[in-house]
């Protein structure tokens, strides 16, 4: 039964990857508090699907502009400054909207200028702390590493949606985000306790000539690319997020809360996942797994789409009741969690076994490109599809859209499903 079980090896092993995430821990919650708050701050203030949706554009371009930039920042400096300065700007970030909700500003242009400066810091941020754990642990115990990671944001994004939802409908906007505020100061904390990590190997000095040597390493290693391609295939093409506060509010019926069961059911999926995740040390081909949970997250996520279209819009969303239908919607999206847990611990141990110190920084910060701005990009096309289609067939389509489109990269690449854990080819 003990190796049914997450593996705990890195965390009595290294001090300071257990610091790290214990406050990546505590921060996940309160980010994801205010994650979904945003967005139904947005639906309560517009009313608009595309809205929500939007919230994903209006973060995408300073992801991707400070993502690429932000991992030559990573490769130049020290890792640890890097990770504990843009920390700190997303704590102030998180601050003003704490702040806009209690003066009752009420201004979605405000959110969306807050998001923005926000996803730039992520873009920095995420980076920086990715490239560190293979300085903490072990090469072997990445899988496990990287399983325990996705444990602490499954742990966040399964508690923080339902307490948003509850904590919106009952006490408002402000506290909610202030709860971010106060769990923010944990991950702070866990930097500031890191020894000094400057980079390792040859150090380029940050700036565009350093961002594209990072794009041409990255088109020469096929095996990396594939795990960027896949999972954009999945956050682009069938990403359900920006559907929820609709299907909470007029198709499956309970509102703000619906929407945070919803939302918690993926989170719930992904932290089960990781917790069982034992097994997964065992497992070689780490190519050949990605590929099979990328399918399954697109089967489930269609599997999610069918049950809202046949929920339709019922009596019981009109008069304020929840549907019967929310049980099997939520079991569909906790499978969909499930696989794309499995799929990160594999492709972001592929990403860091296969790729030199030196270059980490950058390639981290093309992976942030692509898992926060895939989403985003996903939000934009399922809001545009639930408009255009229905909630339902929105969600129905991208599942399928995502299943076809990753068996066309099996065919184009099929080198990748033969990808060895114990001899790692980039």
């Known amino acids: 039964m003990p190796k049914l079980f997450a593996d705990t090896a890195p965390l009595k092993e290294s001090p300071e990857f257990r610091r790290l995430w214990i406050g990546t821990s505590l921060s996940a919650i309160g980010a994801q508090l205010t994650a979904v708050a945003v967005s139904l701050e947005v639906y309560q203030l517009t009313g608009s699907t595309w809205a929500v949706g939007a919230v994903g554009v209006v973060g995408l371009i ?29 704590w102030a970030g998180t601050a003003v909207f704490a702040l806009q909700a209690w003066f009752q500003l009420e201004q979605v242009w405000l959110l969306y200028l807050v998001i923005a400066v926000h996803s730039a810091a992520v873009g920095i941020n995420q980076p920086a702390r990715s490239a560190i754990v293979p300085r903490l642990v072990r090469r072997e115990m990445l899988p496990a590493a990287n399983a325990l990671t996705m444990m602490t944001f499954g742990l966040g994004m399964t508690i923080g949606p339902l307490a948003a939802g509850v904590l919106v409908a009952n006490v408002g906007f402000g506290w909610t985000y202030t709860l971010d505020v106060l769990t923010f100061t944990a991950a702070i904390w866990a930097v500031v306790k890191l020894p000094p990590l400057p980079p390792e190997g040859e150090v380029r000095k940050a700036g565009l000539k350093s961002v594209v040597e990072g794009l041409q390493f990255l088109r020469t290693r096929p095996n990396i690319r594939m795990t960027f391609l896949v999972d954009l295939a999945a956050m682009v093409l069938a990403q359900p997020r920006a559907l929820m506060p609709a299907i909470g509010a007029v198709i499956i019926g309970g509102g703000e809360a619906t929407a945070g069961i919803l939302l918690a059911s993926v989170a719930g999926g992904s932290f089960v996942a990781a917790v069982f995740s034992g097994p997964l040390g065992g497992i070689r081909r780490h190519g050949l797994a990605v590929l099979w949970c990328v399918v399954v997250w697109g089967i489930a996520v269609a599997g999610f789409g069918a049950v809202v279209v046949m929920a339709g819009r019922s009596d019981a969303a009109s008069a304020g009741d929840v549907s019967e239908w929310l049980l099997p919607a939520a079991l569909c999206l906790a499978v969909a969690g499930g696989a794309d847990t499995v799929s990160g611990v594999f492709r ?33 096309v399922a809001g545009g599809g ?17 299943v076809c489109v990753v068996g066309l990269l099996h065919r184009l690449q099929p080198r990748f499903a033969r990808y060895d854990d114990r001899h790692p080819e980039p």
């Open 62 to 90: 300073p992801l991707v502009l400070a993502g690429l930039y932000g991992g030559s920042v990573v490769d130049a400096h020290d890792r640890r400054k890097v990770a504990l300065y843009s920390g700190l700007v997303l």
């Open 348 to 380: 972001n141990t592929i990403l860091q076994s296969a790729t030199p110190d030196a270059m980490r920084g950058r390639l981290q910060g093309i992976f942030i490109v692509v898992v926060a701005g895939g989403p985003r990009l996903g939000d934009a």
């Open 386 to 402: 639930g408009e255009w289609l229905g909630e339902g067939f929105a969600a129905l389509a991208g599942g399928i859209a995502c």
